[in-house]
Nanobody, 115 residues
Framework: QVQLVESGGGLVQAGGSLRLSCAAS????????MGWYRQAPGKQRELVAG???????NYADSVKGRFTISRDNAKTTAYLQMNTLKPEDTAVYYC?????????WGQGTQVTVSS
């Protein structure tokens, strides 16, 4: 089992920044992918950004150039730096740890961007 604890969400004005953290604990393997997803009211959950154990990253087109995903393998923690936030970024953000075909999810953290 893997447990994920997210932090760093909150309320911010448009144009502002937030940094989300996701700390993983439990049975952590050396090769795994971590990702950030988000779900806005009435919408499906979507991938925001992902990072492999080797450091390769991918981003949704809507956040490219504004968001940066990173990870600290020693701390088994992933981060999502979000800059130039827009009202449409408002959502619950979820961290996901993937090992093979198994996904573990965090409880989610609310991000609200006011205009």
């Amino acid at each position: 089992q893997v447990q994920l604890v997210e932090s760093g969400g909150g309320l911010v004005q448009a144009g502002g920044s937030l940094r989300l953290s996701c700390a993983a604990s439990g049975r952590i393997f050396s090769i795994y992918t971590m990702g950030w997803y988000r779900q806005a009211p009435g919408k499906q959950r979507e991938l925001v950004a992902g990072i492999t154990s080797g450091g390769s990253t991918n981003y949704a087109d809507s956040v490219k150039g504004r968001f940066t995903i990173s990870r600290d393998n020693a701390k088994t923690t992933a981060y999502l730096q979000m800059n130039t936030l827009k009202p449409e970024d408002t959502a619950v953000y979820y961290c996901c740890y993937t090992f093979g075909s198994i996904d573990y999810w965090g409880q989610g953290t609310q991000v609200t961007v006011s205009s």
